[in-house]
T-cell receptor, first 118, second 115 residues
């Protein structure tokens, strides 16, 4: 069964460093998302991406964050200068496009990358 | 704005019994979707079941069913014949069809299945 994959599973970094989290969405999906979950808290939306551009972003997704689809399979989240409060589990998700171009509601999540900022 | 409320921080159930996890929602959208995800201790988010706001039948997927009561704005998850492997966090979420693409999540319910 197709699944979303994410690498690395765990990333430890120093405050102020740049990190890139990588995701490979399900191959026929066209909508991509990043969410984060601070330990013990609810899952929060960061950004959605479609047709090679950001389609929606939350207040959390400030200038320190960027996303990119560098090739036909990968989808990345970059945090330019990490802060302690960026420590969280980051989930990539994808959803497919229905006939007629509408977005199918169901989003499939990857296993997550646990980011620890020291 | 959309909001999901899960009022049960923790639930306990005996193996082989059924359990209901509560979820209420608030939205001004006419068309929306409701979801349940399972998060085991390993951390991944596993999609379980989906209900569209215009679906007349309650969704079912194997041992999972979604008890959708539109007038009450509730979307409770029923797990039948609980198994030890069902022990996990369960999150209710909603989407806006045709509007915002994001999923809005509740705070989750931790389910423990006792042998």
């Amino acid at each position: 069964e197709p699944e979303v994959t994410q690498t690395p599973s765990h990333q430890v970094t120093q405050m102020g460093q740049e990190v890139i989290l990588r995701c490979v969405p399900i191959s026929n999906h066209l909508y991509f998302y990043w969410y984060r979950q601070i330990l013990g808290q609810k899952v929060e939306f960061l950004v959605s991406f479609y047709n090679n551009e950001i389609s929606e972003k939350s207040e959390i997704f400030d200038d320190q964050f960027s996303v990119e689809r560098p090739d036909g399979s990968n989808f990345t989240l970059k945090i330019r200068s990490t802060k302690l409060e960026d420590s969280a589990m980051y989930f990539c998700a994808s959803s497919e496009e229905a006939a007629g171009g509408a977005r199918v509601d169901t989003q499939y999540f990857g296993p997550g990358t646990r980011l620890t900022v020291l | 704005a959309q909001k999901i409320t899960q009022t049960q921080p923790g639930m306990f159930v005996q193996e082989k019994e059924a359990v209901t996890l509560d979820c209420t929602y608030d939205t001004s959208d006419q068309s929306y979707g409701l979801f349940w995800y399972k998060q085991p201790s390993s951390g991944e988010m596993i999609f379980l079941i989906y209900q569209g706001s215009y679906d007349e039948q309650n969704a079912t997927e194997g041992r999972y069913s979604l008890n959708f009561q539109k007038a009450r704005k509730s979307a409770n998850l029923v797990i039948s014949a609980s198994q030890l492997g069902d022990s996990a966090m369960y999150f209710c979420a909603m989407s806006s069809q045709g509007g915002s693409e994001k999923l809005v999540f509740g705070k989750g319910t931790k389910l423990t299945v006792n042998p």
